[in-house]
């Protein structure tokens, strides 16, 4: 009850974010649309886990292994958005006489990556769960939760995916982080500057913080999985 509980708390959250940058056009930046994006694959996991919650196993084993490979693609999505939203921090930064970019299109290719890169990921998984061409290895779909129940296709195709984004993240982050500190202390930054810090800033510990917690979110699933 207490997983039911917290997933719910964060729909609620998320989807008041979603609400707030639709509400406010001047939300609606690059930065933003990447904020938007992430809510939007976060409640599309949550709603995916809820959902599953209430299968009944091994009543309805097909249900739960659709509800596997959807949290799969969903749970990638969202934290390789926490990719996009650490590197487009950085770019930004890293180009203070550029004109602004135009999100439609910088967003394209970002969508491309965060959506486009699980769902290789994923139909490798799938393909390998029903080719049968690849011995006594299975990804486990469904198999007793509605997840990838094979603790080595869970850490091949969930958890390094999440390691080297994470991996990544962090490097941008440190990046981010000198770049801020330097404009901060620096007496000659234009306001424009100055602002794009400040956005910087709020981005980073949001986006520091949804990867911290679909990390550990990564680590219980993938004890619930063995």
Not at 136 to 153: K, V
Request: charged share 10%; net charge neutral.
């Amino acid at each position: 009850y207490l997983g039911i509980t917290l997933t719910s708390i964060s729909i609620v959250a998320m989807s008041c974010t979603v609400m707030t940058y639709v509400l406010f056009s001047e939300l609606r930046n690059l930065p933003g649309l990447a904020v938007l994006n992430l809510c939007a694959s976060n409640i599309m996991f949550d709603l995916t886990f809820l959902a599953s919650s209430t299968i009944n196993m091994p009543r309805d084993d097909h249900l739960c292994l659709i509800a596997a490979i959807l949290a799969h693609y969903e749970g990638l999505a969202a934290y390789f958005w926490t990719n996009v939203m650490a590197a487009d921090l950085y770019l930004t930064l890293g180009r203070w006489s550029a004109a602004p970019r135009s999100p439609s299109k910088i967003l394209p290719r970002y969508m491309l990556y965060a959506y486009g890169l699980p769902l290789i990921i994923v139909s490798i998984a799938v393909t390998i769960q029903f080719c049968g061409c690849t011995g006594d290895f299975t990804i486990d779909y469904g198999l007793l939760i509605c997840w990838i129940n094979n603790p080595t296709a869970n850490m091949i195709f969930f958890g390094i995916p999440l390691a080297l984004a994470l991996l990544a993240n962090i490097v941008l982050f440190v990046k981010t982080i000198v770049v801020v500190q330097r404009s901060t202390s620096c007496p000659t930054c234009t306001p424009f500057e100055k602002a794009v810090c400040d956005n910087a800033t709020f981005h980073l510990k949001f986006d520091r913080l949804f990867s911290i917690i679909t990390f550990f979110r990564y680590v219980t699933q993938r004890d619930f999985s063995r």
